[in-house]
Structure formats: structure tokens, C-alpha cells
């Protein structure tokens, strides 16, 4: 070889050198920017619905969502937000779902319970008139293990929404009277947003899960939902207002009438007050009256009593003096008789 080739040997090693080094400095550049930008997808559209869920990006449609996250940036996406990282949005929602259930089964008795489910269940409707039917739904539904299923329906609607076809009458009529169907929209991923974002507690924790994009669209829909019932609202209290002006002023001529008859009848008092007082006065004075009466009573059936063995002893020796007198008459008259006789026989 000569000394000329040996320089272009050299040369194209170098050359080969400085193209390895390049295209690795272009890959992990690359590699930068797709995970910059994976990141990116995380933040505007969340986590992946499920697990087989398949990535969007041009040359990755057969590539499952959960494959690329890693554990590492799973943690760095929800260290903000209390750790306790999850792969998809379904697995969120179950987790949040066995949470608000364990809350339930907590409280003490059923009335807690259902009262706990109405705070859940009923800003999960849309409208005013689904509202009233959730509540009367939790207050009807007996025994309370089929509200816990309709719970658990609700649920299960969102993981497993799909498009319902128009044209199957009997399918669509079937789901329109549950529960679940009027509460939950058909969609996957709003279905999934609506639950997170109306029952979490975290709203941060949803942000990182359902993505911003989803997120602000479920704010609209519950803005655009929340306008008509704030409108009724508005109406049913404006109308609660002029009710009440026409029930106050009744009310208010009702309490000068009371009042009015509450001073006559406390004057009323007053003066019964004041007689009860003087006949209490009156009703004592006779009492005294009564004692005196009483040993005056005494005192006289005392004396009768005296006077009556007196009198009784008198008329014993009144008794004994006619019998006396009987005698002395009756001596009297048998002398008299004889000397009848006497004076007969002399004549």
C-alpha cells in the first residue's frame, strides 16, 4: 500500500470516528426531544386510558402507552402530588373508586351512608330535573346494597364507555333509564374525566392523571351544565323572594296582632295576678277564722257537754223528788180515805 493510501485509510477511520460520535450526539439529542415531548403529550392529554391503549406519534400506533413509562417518570410526574404513581386513568379510577367505597362503609349508619352518596352522586348530573331524580333515587332505593350496585354501576359505565349506535332503538332505550348511562357520558375518556374530576379530592392528582386538555374540557362542560340550573336557581329564588315579601308583610301585620293581644292578655295577667293575690289575703284571713271558729266549737261543745250532765243530774233528782211526792200523795190519799171511814162510823 502506498504511503498515499495509508493517509486515506487514516483519514476515513478518523471520518468514521467523528460520524459515530456525531450521530450519537444526534440520538441522544433526539432521544431528548421525544422524551420532551412524550412529556409534553403526558401533560396535555394525561395518562393512557387503559393498558392497551397505543401511542398517536407517527411510527409508534402499534406501541402500547404504558410501555413507554417508565418507573422513573412515573415518580418525577406525581412527586408533586403525593407519589403514589399509577399507569393508566383506569387504574386511577378503580383506586379512587374502592377509596370513596371504604369512606362509605366507615360511617356508622345507613343514613350517613346514603347522605355521603348524595354529596358524591348528585353533582355528578348535568341537569337540574337528574339531579332531583338522583336524590330521590338514593332516598327511595331499598334495600341500600342496590344503591351500593348502582354505585358500583357508575363506575363501571366509565371504564367500560363506548359509542352507543343510534339506530339500536332497544340498546339505547335500555341504558337511558339507568342510572349510570344519565350520570356517566358514553365517551371513555370524558366519562373517566367527569368521575375524577367530580368525585377526587385532589385536584392537582387529577391534572397529572386526566391531562390538561381533557381536564379543561370537562370545566366547560361543567360550566355550560351549571349555567341552566344556576339560571333555575336564580328563578326559583326570585321567586322565593316575592313570596317572601307578600309572606312577610302578612306575617309582620300577623305579629302586631299578636303583640296587640299579647299586651291586653299581659294587663289581664296582671290584674288576675293582683286579685289572686288579695283572695289569697281573703282565703287566709278565713282560714284564721276557721281555727277560732274551731276552738270556739270546742270550747262551747265543752260547756254543752257540762251543762248536759248538770241538766241530766237535775232531772235525776227531779225524778226522784216526784217519785218522793208520788208517794207522799198517795200516803196522803189513803189517810184521807180513812178518815172517810172514821168519820162515817161516828155519824
Same mark, same amino acid.
Given at each position: 500500500?502506498?504511503?498515499?493510501?495509508?493517509?486515506?485509510?487514516?483519514?476515513?477511520?478518523?471520518?468514521?470516528?467523528?460520524?459515530?460520535?456525531?450521530?450519537?450526539?444526534?440520538?441522544?439529542?433526539?432521544?431528548?426531544?421525544?422524551?420532551?415531548?412524550?412529556? !409534553?403529550?403526558? +401533560?396535555?392529554?394525561?395518562?393512557?386510558?387503559?393498558?392497551?391503549?397505543?401511542?398517536?406519534?407517527?411510527?409508534?400506533?402499534?406501541?402500547?402507552?404504558?410501555?413507554?413509562?417508565?418507573?422513573?417518570? @412515573?415518580?418525577? %410526574?406525581?412527586?408533586?402530588?403525593?407519589?403514589?404513581?399509577?399507569?393508566?386513568?383506569?387504574?386511577?379510577?378503580?383506586?379512587?373508586?374502592?377509596?370513596?367505597?371504604?369512606?362509605?362503609?366507615?360511617?356508622?349508619?345507613?343514613?350517613?351512608?346514603?347522605?355521603?352518596?348524595?354529596?358524591?352522586? +348528585?353533582?355528578?348530573?348535568?341537569?337540574?330535573?337528574?339531579?332531583? #331524580?338522583?336524590?330521590?333515587?338514593?332516598?327511595?332505593?331499598?334495600?341500600?346494597?342496590?344503591?351500593?350496585?348502582?354505585?358500583?354501576?357508575?363506575?363501571?359505565?366509565?371504564?367500560?364507555?363506548?359509542?352507543?349506535?343510534?339506530?339500536?332503538?332497544?340498546?339505547?332505550?335500555? !341504558?337511558?333509564?339507568? %342510572?349510570?348511562?344519565?350520570?356517566?357520558?358514553?365517551?371513555?375518556?370524558?366519562?373517566?374525566?367527569? %368521575?375524577?374530576?367530580?368525585?377526587?379530592?385532589? @385536584?392537582?392528582?387529577?391534572?397529572? +392523571?386526566?391531562?390538561?386538555?381533557?381536564?379543561?374540557? #370537562?370545566?366547560?362542560?361543567?360550566? /355550560?351544565?351549571?349555567?341552566?340550573?344556576?339560571?333555575?336557581?336564580?328563578?326559583?329564588?326570585?321567586?322565593?323572594?316575592?313570596?317572601?315579601?307578600?309572606?312577610?308583610?302578612? @306575617?309582620?301585620?300577623?305579629?302586631?296582632?299578636?303583640?296587640?293581644?299579647?299586651?291586653?292578655?299581659?294587663?289581664?295577667?296582671?290584674? !288576675?295576678?293582683?286579685?289572686?293575690?288579695?283572695?289569697?289575703?281573703?282565703?287566709?284571713?278565713?282560714?284564721? /277564722?276557721?281555727?277560732?271558729?274551731?276552738?270556739?266549737?270546742?270550747?262551747?261543745?265543752?260547756?254543752?257537754?257540762?251543762?248536759?250532765?248538770?241538766? !241530766?243530774? #237535775? #232531772?235525776?233528782? @227531779?225524778?226522784?223528788?216526784?217519785?218522793?211526792?208520788?208517794?207522799?200523795?198517795?200516803?196522803?190519799?189513803?189517810?184521807?180515805?180513812?178518815?172517810?171511814? %172514821?168519820?162515817?162510823?161516828?155519824?
Amino acid at each position: 500500500m502506498t504511503l498515499f493510501g495509508k493517509f486515506l485509510m487514516i483519514l476515513n477511520i478518523f471520518a468514521a470516528t467523528a460520524f459515530v460520535y456525531i450521530a450519537a450526539l444526534d440520538w441522544g439529542k433526539r432521544y431528548e426531544w421525544s422524551y420532551a415531548v412524550f412529556r !409534553q403529550h403526558l +401533560v396535555i392529554n394525561g395518562l393512557p386510558l387503559d393498558d392497551e391503549e397505543t401511542a398517536d406519534q407517527e411510527g409508534l400506533h402499534n406501541v402500547r402507552q404504558v410501555d413507554r413509562l417508565g418507573d422513573s417518570t @412515573l415518580s418525577s %410526574l406525581f412527586a408533586p402530588v403525593g407519589g403514589n404513581p399509577v399507569r393508566t386513568q383506569q387504574e386511577e379510577l378503580v383506586r379512587l373508586r374502592d377509596q370513596l367505597k371504604a369512606e362509605i362503609n366507615a360511617l356508622p349508619n345507613e343514613a350517613e351512608k346514603r347522605k355521603k352518596l348524595k354529596e358524591l352522586l +348528585v353533582p355528578l348530573a348535568r341537569s337540574s330535573l337528574d339531579r332531583s #331524580e338522583v336524590r330521590i333515587w338514593l332516598d327511595t332505593t331499598k334495600p341500600f346494597s342496590k344503591v351500593m350496585e348502582g354505585f358500583d354501576a357508575i363506575f363501571a359505565a366509565a371504564i367500560g364507555a363506548q359509542a352507543v349506535d343510534d339506530s339500536d332503538s332497544q340498546t339505547q332505550t335500555t !341504558q337511558q333509564t339507568s %342510572l349510570a348511562y344519565r350520570l356517566v357520558p358514553r365517551d371513555k375518556r370524558r366519562a373517566m374525566t367527569h %368521575l375524577l374530576f367530580t368525585l377526587h379530592p385532589d @385536584l392537582q392528582r387529577v391534572t397529572v +392523571v386526566v391531562g390538561l386538555k381533557a381536564l379543561v374540557d #370537562e370545566m366547560n362542560d361543567q360550566a /355550560d351544565a351549571l349555567m341552566p340550573i344556576s339560571d333555575s336557581v336564580e328563578f326559583a329564588m326570585l321567586g322565593d323572594l316575592s313570596s317572601f315579601e307578600v309572606e312577610y308583610e302578612q @306575617l309582620l301585620s300577623d305579629l302586631k296582632d299578636l303583640a296587640f293581644h299579647l299586651d291586653e292578655r299581659s294587663r289581664m295577667l296582671a290584674s !288576675q295576678q293582683e286579685l289572686k293575690k288579695k283572695h289569697e289575703g281573703l282565703v287566709e284571713l278565713r282560714k284564721q /277564722d276557721i281555727v277560732k271558729f274551731k276552738e270556739a266549737i270546742n270550747v262551747a261543745r265543752k260547756t254543752i257537754k257540762e251543762l248536759l250532765h248538770a241538766q !241530766q243530774e #237535775e #232531772e235525776r233528782l @227531779l225524778f226522784e223528788s216526784q217519785s218522793v211526792l208520788r208517794d207522799i200523795r198517795s200516803t196522803n190519799e189513803r189517810l184521807e180515805r180513812e178518815i172517810r171511814r %172514821l168519820e162515817g162510823l161516828t155519824r
